[in-house]
């Protein structure tokens, strides 16, 4: 079992910066994807980045060059580091966890982007 608390979200103008922390407890493996989605209303969940085993990182091309996520494997989090925030990031920001077949999602966090 796996737990993961999202903090981070809030409301923020566009061009401005946030910083986006997901906390996982429980059955922790090194081993693992961590990941960033999001989803705005009426749209379907989407992914915006997630890191693979620490080290491998895939970013949505709307992202790419704005946001960089990360992990501290001591404190066992993942964090999303968004720059230049567009109003087009306005969504709910849920965090990922994924080992073989089994996957985990936070509560969500909500971010708004005003203009």
């Known amino acids: 079992q796996v737990q993961l608390v999202e903090s981070g979200g809030g409301l923020v103008q566009a061009g401005g910066s946030l910083r986006l922390s997901c906390a996982a407890s429980?059955?922790?493996?090194?081993?693992?994807?961590m990941g960033w989605y999001r989803q705005a209303p009426g749209k379907q969940r989407e992914l915006v980045a997630r890191?693979?085993?620490?080290?491998?990182?895939n970013y949505a091309d709307s992202v790419k060059g704005r946001f960089i996520i990360s992990r501290d494997n001591a404190k066992n989090t993942v964090y999303l580091q968004m720059n230049s925030l567009k109003p087009e990031d306005t969504a709910v920001y849920y965090c990922?966890?994924?080992?073989?077949?089994?996957?985990?999602w936070g509560q969500g966090t909500q971010v708004t982007v005003s203009s």
């Open positions: 990922n966890y994924a080992r073989g077949s089994r996957v985990y």
């Open positions: 429980g059955s922790i493996f090194s081993i693992n994807a």
């Open positions: 890191i693979i085993n620490g080290v491998t990182t």
